[in-house]
Structure formats: C-alpha cells, structure tokens
C-alpha cells in the first residue's frame, strides 16, 4: 500500500447506527486531517492531529469523534448522524512543521450517505 | 474573514487547447497557495504551488501565476489532454490551515 488510503470507499448508514471511517498513511507523515466535502462547497476542515495529538477541532458536531492512535492511523466515529452529514469525507497527512510550506496528500474518500 | 473563490465553476476546453483556471482571495497577507486536482471518485492531488515572493512558477505543462495585487492566482494548462478533466481547487495557506475554494470543474472535449 502507498499513500493514503480510506476504508471503507462507501458507507451507507441509518440515524441511529454507529460505524467508523478508517485511514491509513504510509508516508511517514506526523499530521493527519479530516475534512469533509459536500456538493457545491469548499473542502471544509473538522480535525487537525499533529504528532498524535489534536490541535484543531472546528466546531464539529459531537456525533463525529476522531481518534488518532498513533502517527499511521486515524479514525473518525460517527454516530447518530443527520442526513445533512451525508458527504465525500477526506483524509489527508502531511509532514509538520516544513518551514511555513508544506503539502497535504489526501485519501481517496469515503463516500457517506445517511439514510 | 479568509476565503478562496473561483470565477467559473465549469471551464470546457478542446483537446490540445491551453486551459485557464482562475481563483481569487481575499486575505493578502497569505504567503502561500497550492493548486489540486481531484478526478472523478479520488481525493484531491497536489500539482503545484506557489510562494508568495514569486509571481510565476512552471511545472510540467502547468504554470501558475500569483497577482498579489488584485489577490488573484490562475492555473494553465498547456495542450490540454483528456486526462486533465477533473475539478481544480486553489488552496491558500491561511492561519495554519489550508482554506480551499469550491472547484471549477475542466471538462474536455476532442
């Protein structure tokens, strides 16, 4: 495996299921990202790790809750999610801090759809 | 606040034809700005990016140029081929994230 990879590529899940979004970098990064694309909108960031720890949460709903057990892997916890929250959602590493530069390597993305 | 747009959400070009995409932001004191391309069912990849002490950079078949005094950055193509069709982002390095616009997407014609 190289890059970014997600699991699973398509999720279709009920209001009142739980399941979670899997992704797996095998760069050697130390960031890892969450964000969340829907139709229309810009790439919308919700969680920032660096070095395992969380350094940005951008007022995500509760019902999503990362985890980030070491520098390869991360998780996203979805629970009790709205139709709304229906959406690409991305994961993505990069290598912090690189001066003032650096880019981000993104997943393919798992395809959500809330019923 | 910071924000990233586009002029044009849809650019259709024919093969062999230079494409230009076009992207706007407000915040000009952003030191940095990265061009994506996201195909059809993948995540966004990198193609080039641009610091803001320059005003042009090359790549391969890819020039961006940076105006930072109308706070505009562009994307050409040159001999636009098929496999360009895809959605482009502009990403403009903000307070320590990435801020992207919403895409226009480059269709491609024979």
């Known amino acids: 495996e190289t890059g970014v990879t997600q699991t699973p590529r398509h999720l279709v899940m009920g209001m009142t299921n739980k399941k979670s979004l899997k992704c797996e970098q095998h760069l050697g990064h130390n960031a890892m990202y969450w964000y969340k694309q829907s139709a229309k909108k810009p790439l919308e960031l919700m969680f920032v790790y660096s070095l395992e720890e969380r350094v940005e949460n951008n007022s995500v709903p509760s019902r999503f809750s990362p985890e980030c057990p070491n520098s390869s892997h991360l998780f996203l916890h979805l629970h009790t999610l709205q139709p709304e929250d229906s959406a690409l959602y991305l994961c993505a590493s990069s290598q912090e801090p690189t001066s003032r530069v650096y880019e981000q390597y993104f997943g393919p993305g798992t395809r959500l759809t809330v019923t | ?110």
């Open chain 2, 1 to 110: 606040g910071e924000s990233v747009g586009l002029h044009l959400p849809t650019l259709s070009v024919q093969e062999g034809d230079n494409s230009i995409i076009n992207c706007a932001y407000s915040n000009s004191a952003s030191d940095y700005f990265i061009w994506y391309k996201q195909e059809s069912g993948k995540g966004p990849q990198f193609i080039i990016d641009i610091r803001s002490n320059m005003d042009k950079r090359q790549g391969q078949r890819v020039t961006v140029l940076l105006n930072k005094t109308v706070k505009h950055l562009s994307l050409q193509i040159a001999a636009t081929q098929p496999g360009d069709s895809a959605v482009y982002f502009c990403a403009e390095r903000g307070t320590d994230k990435l801020i992207f616009g919403t895409g226009t997407r480059l269709q491609v014609f024979p």
